[in-house]
């Protein structure tokens, strides 16, 4: 499935409801005349529309805005942070786009509604699409080029460090530990059908221990990374089927890069979706893997270092464990946190990423020859 920013019928889900988006548009610096309004994407998160606004005179243009998902509980750090990355892309007449953050008209990045709720606007990027499932090697080596330029045009993203807006975000041992008060407490009931994955989980706890010394291993720098490094978040031109820009940058932070190459590999290294029931079918395509890290390492293989090398297949392994994680901790927890399409969503995930994530610890030592192989000499 994909989700072309040219608006389609089949990426516009469910009946967004005008009257309260007209209300929040008017806050914004775009014309305020609402001509469409149109719930759009994939993300698990926030609520997302594609809204026509049309000025008095000239030509009606897209945009995309949001209500934030309440885990984002500093807007003021969250926008800041994006703010300051993609004015520093713009400064750098990179070959990406930076997204477009449309301003309040109290010159503010979000707007509070009177329930509380956090709502931005970004300019909408069109003729690009944003897929949610590789379609083969070409693809995939755009991938891994659209977040290698990201790498590297942030490479030198200057002081203060940015703000963290979600805590404890990517700690494995955090999440670990969160999990296991869970299953203790089973809340609703969930451990008995999802005994076959807590176990699973408890079987591959060694990939806990190993990020959290990784973690804390010197050599490995901290650089401004995406963090939600996903296939579904490069945007894809269409004309030209190159990588235009990366997007979702909610979570960009100091961070490792092992785990954004590892989230590319999770996702841009398998042709099934995230959620793939046939678990079977759940598995690394290795020509996939090499075309990834051939996009990736073409920009970054300067800036890494040998720590940094060493350790890709374990971010790999890492965020696919940590996404099973996660995913099966919601459902224990009765689905708070991410969206869901029907009761089982969450165990689905769960499973395929478990599938995953043991496919790529039997194929390290292929995964690493092919990244030796991809290294410019
Ligand atoms: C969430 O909403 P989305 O798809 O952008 C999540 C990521 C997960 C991802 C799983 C802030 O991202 O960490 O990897 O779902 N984002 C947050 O696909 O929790
Ligand atoms: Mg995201």
Partial sequence: MTTSLTITESNCHKKPDIQKLTQVVEHFNVPSKLLEARQFGN?????????????STGKPQWYVFQ??????????????????VTSHQRNKHT????????????????????????WRGYVMILDATSYETVTGPMLAKQAGIGFGRFLSDLSDFPDPPLKQTIAGFRDLKGYFDKFT??????????????????????????????????????????RVVHYDAKLNNVLIDNSTGVARAIVDLDTVNNGL?????????????????????DVSQASLDINLFEALCSGWLEYTAELLMPPELELLCFGAQAMTYEAALRFLTDYLQ????YKIQNPQHNLIRCRSQLALCNC??????????????????
């Avoid at 009765?334 to 946190?337: A, K, L, T």
């Fill in 181 to 222: 008060t869970v299953v203790l407490e089973d809340p609703c009931n969930r451990t008995t059908p999802a005994r076959s994955e807590i176990d699973a989980i408890v079987d591959l706890a060694s990939l806990v221990d190993k990020a959290d010394i990784s973690n804390r291993k010197s050599g490995l720098k901290r």
């Fill in 95 to 118: 070959r990406l786009e930076a997204v477009e953050v449309v301003l309040t008209k109290e010159a503010k990045a979000y707007f509070e509604d009177d329930e509380g709720r956090y």
């Fill in 257 to 277: 890069c092992i785990y954004d190459f590892g989230d590319l590999v999770r996702t841009a290294a398998c042709y099934t979706p995230e959620d793939q029931e």
């Fill in 43 to 55: 993300g698990h998160l926030h609520d997302t529309y594609a809204l026509l606004c049309a000025p």
């Fill in 67 to 84: 209500r934030l998902h309440p885990v984002f509980k500093d807007p003021d750090a969250l926008m800041d942070n994006i703010t300051r």
């Fill in 360 to 377: 790529l610890i039997s194929n390290q030592t292929a995964m690493e020859d092919v990244i030796l192989a991809c290294r410019p000499k």
């Fill in 334 to 337: 009765g689905d708070i946190y």
